[in-house]
């Protein structure tokens, strides 16, 4: 299962979407995002699944690997989907015993949230693979630096995120090196009830948040001792300039926002 996370994980490559301004990655993907959110129908879905296919094909990146790092989730998607199924009213029951009443709207209500919820992980994932921790830093912080007139933390902010995104894929060789460990000293994690699985666990949390305090302070050490001061006065050995490039992909993404709206008149 911990192989499965790609969220945070970041591929080399030569493509056109690697190639591309992370500024404009970033406000790409809130629109690919929020284009989701504003489906209401399977033609919709349909719609944005053709077009995160396609920007995947021409990253280079296999589409089975975004669908394997949403296998993590599943149980979160699970869950939400059975909230929505039983919690959201309608008025076209289709099943109904005492209590309990599944009708038509919380059916498709749930189904189209549990796709929102893939669509958003698939979203995201793209970003990251295709993007360098420095890249995408440098162009939240860029995105950020008209808030630093009101005091805000730009460049902090960004180095946060980028580091909390960086150190996920090493928590998890670090998680499963203590899960091997464990498991050769006679430890199980996979029968008895729930409980006993919580109990099963805390001889792998320990020492996974020492690891993890112990690397925050490594890292924060070699950060001084290499005279970090923040963003103030700070030189960058690649500058980030717009191409054609991202002008394309923005013509491209406001298309796709177009049809989504057109499609959703239509058959709304």
């Known amino acids: 299962m911990?192989?499965?996370?790609?969220?945070?994980q970041y591929f080399p490559g030569d493509?056109?979407?690697?190639?591309?301004?992370?500024?404009?990655?970033?406000?790409?993907?809130?629109?690919y995002i929020v284009g989701v959110f504003m489906v209401g129908n399977l033609p919709g879905y349909l719609i944005a699944l053709a077009f995160l296919y396609l920007v995947v094909r021409i990253s280079g990146i296999h589409f089975k690997y975004l669908i394997k790092g949403v296998k993590p989730l599943r149980f979160i998607i699970l869950f939400t989907f059975i909230l929505n199924l039983f919690f959201v009213q309608g008025e076209t029951v289709l099943f109904e015993f005492g209590f309990?009443?599944?009708?038509?709207?919380?059916?498709?209500?749930?189904?189209?949230f549990a796709l929102r919820l893939v669509f958003l992980v698939m979203g995201t994932s793209v970003l990251t693979l295709t993007t360098s921790p420095m890249q995408l830093t440098d162009g939240l912080e860029r995105l950020l630096r008209p808030l630093q007139k009101?005091?805000?933390p730009a460049h902090e902010l960004a180095m946060m995120m980028t580091i909390a995104?960086?150190?996920?894929?090493?928590?998890?060789?670090?998680?499963?090196?203590?899960?091997k460990a464990?498991?050769?000293?006679?430890?199980?994690?996979?029968?008895g009830n729930v409980i006993a699985r919580a109990k099963a666990m805390i001889p792998l949390l320990v020492p996974l948040f020492v690891s993890?305090?112990?690397?925050?302070?490594?890292?924060a050490m070699a950060m001084e001792a290499r005279c970090y001061r923040g963003g103030d006065h700070r030189t960058r050995l690649r500058e980030l300039k717009y191409t054609k490039l991202d002008a394309y992909a923005a013509l491209a993404t406001v298309a796709y926002i177009a049809?989504?709206?057109?499609?959703?008149?239509?058959?709304g």
Do not use: C, W
């Open 2 to 8: 911990l192989n499965d996370i790609t969220l945070g």
């Open 15 to 31: 493509s056109v979407i690697h190639r591309m301004d992370p500024r404009m990655k970033l406000i790409l993907t809130i629109a």
């Open 100 to 112: 309990i009443k599944l009708t038509q709207e919380a059916l498709t209500n749930a189904i189209y």
């Open 150 to 152: 009101l005091h805000f």
């Open 165 to 179: 995104l960086r150190f996920i894929p090493t928590l998890l060789e670090e998680t499963d090196k203590i899960q």
């Open 182 to 191: 464990q498991m050769a000293r006679g430890a199980d994690f996979e029968t």
């Open 212 to 219: 993890a305090f112990r690397r925050a302070t490594d890292l």
């Open 259 to 267: 049809v989504i709206v057109i499609e959703g008149r239509l058959l």
